[in-house]
């Protein structure tokens, strides 16, 4: 187990991951925040910061039980930091180190660098400068304008870097991560899907025992594989709902309900549509419409849940990004959406949570379902959002709309699979415009609905690009959806990347 200290770079998250890539559990935590016991951590990785060390209101983190005590790699931030404070020095760079470099100089013999190629690329983010080591500090790399880019301490096994092994461009960063964790911090690479799977389910009996446990599913990854988890764990105990909002893709609540029947989970399906979409007549404003959504989704599920007798817990599917950003130190982001879904449960449902994936990052979702035996069509499905077609109807929703809309993104999604396109977009939907357009066919003028084709690539939909789909294939598709849905006479194609635009329309 790693710990790994946040001082607010955008990169922690990185860290993380690369260091759950090697199969090393690690956890994130504040740096003014760091947990009291630390007998369970092998080894403490610091990150960097928005900060320079030199300005008042930097992170000072007490490190009293970590250095020397326990092994050390600072990165970026941290080294200056370590520099700092402990008898070396740190300047503003005379020029701003941004990007690619290499490294020109590795101090031979070290297996923190070993078998990193010379003249590595890593990769460079920093306006502050080491001008000199500290105390017992070691030289271990340099680039050409970088003459502290790593070093050690003596006496401690603390290692110092300047630049940011965990971006992709660091070129042989994940191996100078695992020199360090594996190597010389001897840190077990144990973290594999199977053994998670085997210690959440073993800690969710224990947790849970014999009290009755409800889940909602939403036909997403992770709902889905927090569900077969429980069902591993605790068997019939678990209860699911699965809610039709009126607002899922076509043939969804059907088939979705259908396939989590037959991997033997224990659900029922709620047909709440109608509610769903009188509750949303009139309404185009976006935030109202979500949270209109969630408002009836509580009720409903609220309602169900009061059919059962004696539940004591409420599952949720939320991962580790939801929990890291409520935990983090700059706090929950602003909201430009109000698309969290942690945290919205009404205090009169008076149920513990249980959050079996909480430790995970979205890719270990997928592969925890993999060595669940989930069908990989399932693991693979394009993220979905909550509020469903409602967000893509733009102005007020009607059933018409809701039908012209679910017909639309099936002949685009149907069309992206047997095309072998979707596994290539992220994320892929179709958008309903509150705008009518003059069209003809065959002799006779058309005036009717305008809709956009949204497919980007992303990794996370923080930022996202919008995929370059063939032509041939948007000929194809935008011909089929013109002649197969009623209602529609005009396709167009959002050629937007976030930023500045977002993936939803609304
Ligand atoms: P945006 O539009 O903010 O979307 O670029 C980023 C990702 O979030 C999804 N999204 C939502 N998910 N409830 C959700 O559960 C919401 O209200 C919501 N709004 C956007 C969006 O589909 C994309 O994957």
Redesign the pocket.
């Known amino acids: 187990n790693v710990l790994i200290l946040d001082f607010g770079s955008q990169y922690t998250q990185l860290i993380a991951r690369r260091v759950r890539e090697l199969n090393i559990f690690c956890e994130i935590f504040p740096y003014n925040n760091i947990p009291s016991d630390l007998s369970s951590y092998k080894a403490v990785i610091l990150g960097g910061s928005p900060f320079s060390v030199r300005s008042e209101d930097a992170p000072h983190p007490d490190l009293s039980q970590i250095r020397g005590k326990m092994p050390l790699l600072a990165v970026c931030y941290g080294a200056q930091y370590l520099s700092h404070f402990s008898g070396g020095e740190v300047a503003a760079s005379n020029t701003r180190e941004y990007g690619r470099a290499n490294l020109s100089y590795i101090k031979e013999d070290e297996v923190f660098f070993e078998g990193v190629s010379a003249n590595s690329q890593v990769w460079m983010s920093h306006s502050d400068s080491i001008k000199a080591l500290p105390t017992n500090g070691v030289k271990l790399a340099s680039t050409h304008d970088v003459e502290f880019a790593a070093y050690k301490i003596e006496g401690e096994t603390t290692y110092a870097i300047q630049y940011h092994p965990e971006v992709y461009h660091s070129t042989d960063g994940k191996q100078m991560l695992e020199n360090f964790l594996v190597k010389i911090a001897q840190v077990p690479q144990n973290f594999t899907p199977n053994a998670f799977v085997e210690e959440i389910v073993a800690e969710m009996k224990a947790k849970i025992g014999n009290d009755k446990v409800v889940l909602g599913l ?1 036909g997403g990854v992770d709902s889905t594989v927090a569900a077969v988890l429980l069902n591993k764990a605790i068997g019939e105990n678990l209860y699911c709902i699965f809610v039709n909002n009126g607002l899922l893709r076509k043939n969804e609540f059907q088939n979705v309900l259908n396939q989590y029947k037959g991997m033997g989970l224990n659900v029922k399906g709620v047909d709440a549509g109608e509610r769903f979409l009188s509750e949303l007549a009139g309404v185009s404003d ?1 935030e109202t419409k ?1 949270k209109i ?1 969630g408002r009836v989704f509580i009720e409903v599920f609220d309602d169900e849940s009061h059919l059962l007798e004696d539940v004591k817990w409420l599952a949720q599917g939320t991962i580790y990004p939801d929990v890291i950003e409520s935990v983090s130190v700059k706090g929950p982001s602003a909201t ?6 942690v945290g919205g449960l009404p205090d009169f449902m008076k149920l513990q949570v249980v959050e079996p994936l909480r430790m995970l990052f979205k890719d270990e979702v997928r592969r925890v379902g993999a060595s669940l035996g989930i069908d990989p069509e399932l693991l693979g499905r ?6 469903g077609l409602s ?1 893509r109807i733009l102005g007020d929703i009607t059933p018409e709309k809701v039908r012209i809309l679910q017909e639309v993104d099936s002949v685009f999604i149907e069309g992206l699979k047997s095309w072998g396109l979707y596994d290539k977009v ?2 892929a ?1 179709a958008i309903l415009l509150p705008v009518n357009s003059v069209g003809v066919m065959g002799d006779e003028r058309t005036y009717e609905k305008v809709v956009a084709l949204r497919a ?1 690539e ?1 990794t996370d ?2 930022t ?1 690009d919008w995929v370059h789909l063939p032509y041939d294939f948007l000929m194809k598709v935008s011909n089929d959806i013109i002649n197969k849905v009623r209602g529609v006479n005009r396709v167009v194609y959002d050629i937007s990347s ?1 930023p500045p ?6």
Do not use: D, L, Y
């Not at 430009?336 to 879904?341: E, G, M, Q, V």
């Not at 394009?382 to 509020?387: L, V, W």
């Not at 635009?501 to 609304?506: K, L, N, P, S, V």
């Open positions: 939403s976006p979500r959504i430009i959406k109000s698309h969290h879904n394009h993220p979905f959002p909550g509020p967000i992220w994320q939907g980007v992303s939909g923080m996202a976030k635009a977002t993936i939803e329309w609304e």
